[in-house]
């Protein structure tokens, strides 16, 4: 059964200066079962505020996720800032982390590094039924969900849609 692994990158604090000006323009890159995804850049600061979640679709949960810092840079390589490892070994499905301050060490022996980043990871199941995926609803206000026959009619509208061009 897919499982999704969802990785809230709250903010960072006290993080290490790899510009001149003596700040960063620090973000986040988890690679997992080799997709890579990254937060936004929050540029001139050693304290960014994310608020991003990235999402994986896995089929187990790994044992630990690596979230690497780094530093953007116009004109040069991108700096490493260093990373946190989140281990995942208790977690279950349906299950999420507390939301938890995670000390950054070295990527490579040498690297300089310093600061905290606030993470909480989750994994939830997505249902599968006959080869297609349900659809999580959540009720906000009158929204309510579509029945099953109106997904698929729908879907079928894209498909011939793109047939049709």
Same mark, same amino acid.
């Given at each position: +059964? ?5 990785? !809230?990158? %709250?903010? =960072? ?8 000006? =003596?700040?960063? %323009? ?20 050693? @304290? ?24 953007? %840079?116009?004109?040069?390589?991108? @700096? ?10 208790? +977690?279950?499905? *349906? ?15 040498? @690297?300089?590094?310093?600061? /905290? ?8 199941? /997505? ?9 999580? !609803? ?13 997904? =698929?009619?729908?879907? *079928?509208?894209?498909?011939? /849609?793109? /047939?049709?061009?």
């Amino acid at each position: +059964m897919a499982h999704q692994l969802k990785i !809230f990158l %709250d903010s =960072g604090r006290n993080l290490v200066a790899m510009d001149k000006s =003596g700040t960063s %323009d620090p973000y986040v890159v988890v690679i997992l079962n080799g997709e890579k995804k990254k937060t936004s850049i929050h540029y001139k600061t050693l @304290d960014p505020i994310w608020k991003d979640t990235l999402v994986f679709a896995v089929d187990n949960l790994p044992p630990c996720v690596t979230l690497r810092i780094w530093d953007k %840079d116009k004109y040069s390589a991108d @700096d490493r800032m260093g990373e946190v490892v989140v281990h995942l070994d208790e +977690m279950k499905s *349906g299950e999420k982390t507390p939301k938890q301050w995670y000390k950054v060490v070295p990527q490579r022996a040498k @690297d300089e590094v310093s600061g /905290e980043i606030l993470v909480q990871v989750g994994c939830d199941v /997505e249902m599968e039924e006959e080869g297609k995926k349900k659809k999580k !609803f959540k009720r906000r206000g009158t929204q309510t969900p579509m029945k099953e026959e109106e997904e =698929g009619e729908k879907e *079928g509208e894209k498909e011939g /849609e793109k /047939e049709g061009e």
